[in-house]
């Protein structure tokens, strides 16, 4: 009879894990052959560009000198705007120069970067911070960002968070249509940059990360290269993933360079000092969706398309149970893949005593180190979620030689984490072990949780995401119902709507601004009858 484990070795035990002896890579032996195959846990650098604004032509100018990419984090209502113009009331800041969509092409086609998301309007997205952004608000700020992007051509993976005010709701919505969410300051939490962290991260630029709890540095006028260059031996040193924040660009000997803090400002100079300083290092550089921890996915129904099938098992199907939505807003889940974003998750409610969620048995080979990637939304004050692996012989035998390997507590402080990405790696240690499982265990009267795409990535060489939005079917200038017709249906619809706001293109508008106004009339009006 399989005895049910809970928490029986202390959290240090997960630092064993991933500093496990890792023996290099075989080739040619079968799955079960006690091969040595491990993920890219290396160092790695990413440099990154806030707002779409027009000097990151400059950055891409200079970094390509040293064959470097970035990803910039477009806001997409402010493609475009010229500085101090009238229309120019871009929240970021209204004196500054936007990229066009011509020059975001360029940038990304012939200078090879990604293009992320930053929402539409720029707005601060922690409720504490501001009270007037309703969930259905904050949904639009994301998804329709994502749609205009898709749009343009560019399928958006990653959010970086405006001002990086960010809290456990607005983590929850950018999971559901991005693959990770970037910080910058922490505006709205402590000044001890692990204190917002899940409690085993430490650092949290360590493999195999949180997707939605990425930490970064910020480089402005008053960082100097040296310091820059500090943390890159850091990230050298230590295997780490050292992601780089800029702003605007300034060419050497532009007068008006502000050194400031505030100002958000950084030298070409400079920045090419620090490239060059990477290159000499050999550390690879990456765009934010090509940096975080991949595989080949070999967990069947991951994603819970299926509900609790497909192998996957409960022991209390009254409080595990299949959590399906009509629409993402009501969701709970994380980044599927598609347009519509995530619908199917898993909730665990807690009861008197440990109740487990089990995932199928995975074929493992002993001496492979596989990431094991999980997402969570914790939304109770209480309780616990933990995450253990049991290990099988070739019979299905349990070994008995299963372990902790992390958990996550809630808390009732607003200034904690509870939503992202639980991961870890495991290796079996011994050539008896031929399969292994998940279990999810559910500990406290009160908890409350969402657990989405539980992953399990053999290394296999894979170096491309194992999620991939499909291709997008872009929807015609001005057709608000989708029939492929701009007719007075759609004049219909923009008038019924006039001057409302948080509304979405089939609600009228178009251009992805929240408002229904003369912007939207005019794209009916100039593709009318098209």
């Not at 970067?113 to 009270?131: F, M, Q, R, Y």
């Not at 519509?340 to 048995?361: Q, R, Y």
């Not at 060489?461 to 939005?469: E, K, L, M, S």
Request: charged content about 15%; glycine content about 8%; hydrophobic content about 35%.
């Amino acid at each position: 009879m399989q005895l049910f484990k809970s928490k029986l070795l202390p959290l240090f035990i997960l630092g064993v894990f991933v500093v496990a002896t890792i023996i290099p890579s075989l080739s040619g032996l079968s799955l079960n052959a006690y091969a040595a195959t491990a993920p890219n846990t290396g160092a790695r650098v990413s440099f990154t560009f806030d707002d779409g604004l027009s000097s990151a032509l400059l950055a891409a100018n200079t970094l390509k000198t040293y064959g470097y990419t970035g990803t910039d984090y477009v806001i997409t209502h402010c493609v475009g705007l010229i500085a101090n113009a009238s229309n120019n009331d871009c929240a970021a800041d209204m004196t500054k120069n936007y990229m066009t969509w011509n020059d975001i092409a360029t940038l990304h086609t012939t200078y090879g970067w990604e293009i992320g998301s930053h929402t539409v309007t720029h707005p601060l997205t922690a409720a504490v911070d501001n009270k007037t952004l309703t969930d259905a608000g904050l949904d639009q700020e994301m998804h329709n960002s994502q749609l205009t992007l898709q749009a343009q051509g560019y399928n958006a993976y990653d959010f970086a968070s405006p001002y990086g005010d960010y809290d456990n709701r607005s983590i929850a919505v950018a999971a559901k249509y991005y693959y990770s969410h970037r910080t910058f300051q922490d505006l709205t939490y402590s000044t001890d940059p692990i204190s917002n962290a899940f409690p085993y991260y430490n650092p949290r630029s360590s493999y195999p990360y949180n997707n939605y709890l990425l930490s970064v540095v910020p480089v402005e006028g008053d960082v100097s290269v040296a310091t820059v260059k500090g943390y890159i031996d850091q990230a050298k040193a230590s295997n780490q993933w050292v992601i780089f924040v800029f702003h605007e660009i300034k060419a050497d000997g532009d007068t008006s360079y502000d050194a400031s803090l505030n100002a958000y400002q950084y030298r070409t100079g400079d920045l090419a000092s620090i490239a060059a300083y990477v290159k000499a290092q050999a550390i690879p550089v990456v765009n934010v969706e090509d940096g975080l921890a991949s595989g080949t996915n070999i967990m069947p129904n991951s994603g819970f398309n299926d509900g609790i099938a497909t192998g996957w098992t409960t022991d209390s199907p009254t409080t595990i149970t299949a959590d399906k939505q009509s629409s993402t807003i009501l969701g709970h889940g994380s980044f599927d893949g598609t347009i519509t974003g995530a619908l199917n998750s898993i909730l665990l409610k807690g009861s008197a005593t440990d109740t487990h969620l089990f995932s199928p048995k995975v074929t493992v080979a002993p001496g492979t180190t596989y990431t094991i990637k999980n997402f969570i939304n914790l939304t109770s004050s209480s309780g616990e979620v933990d995450f253990y692996i049991d290990e099988y012989d070739a019979n299905g035998v349990d070994l008995g030689t299963g372990r902790y390997v992390a958990g996550i507590t809630a808390t009732s402080s607003t200034s904690d984490v509870q939503v992202g990405n639980v991961n870890f790696l495991y290796t079996p240690t011994s050539p008896s072990i031929a399969s292994a499982r998940l279990q999810v265990i559910v500990h406290g009267v009160g908890t409350v949780a969402y657990v989405d795409n539980l992953q399990w990535l053999s290394p296999n060489g894979a170096t491309t995401p194992p999620v991939v939005i499909p291709p997008v079917t872009t929807p015609k200038a001005g057709d608000v119902n989708g029939d492929s017709v701009i007719d007075a249906l759609d004049l219909s619809t923009v008038l019924t709507n006039w001057n409302k706001t948080s509304q979405t293109r089939a609600q009228g508008d178009l251009n992805a601004d929240g408002t229904v106004d003369a912007l939207d009339l005019s794209i009916i009006l100039t593709n009318w009858s098209k």
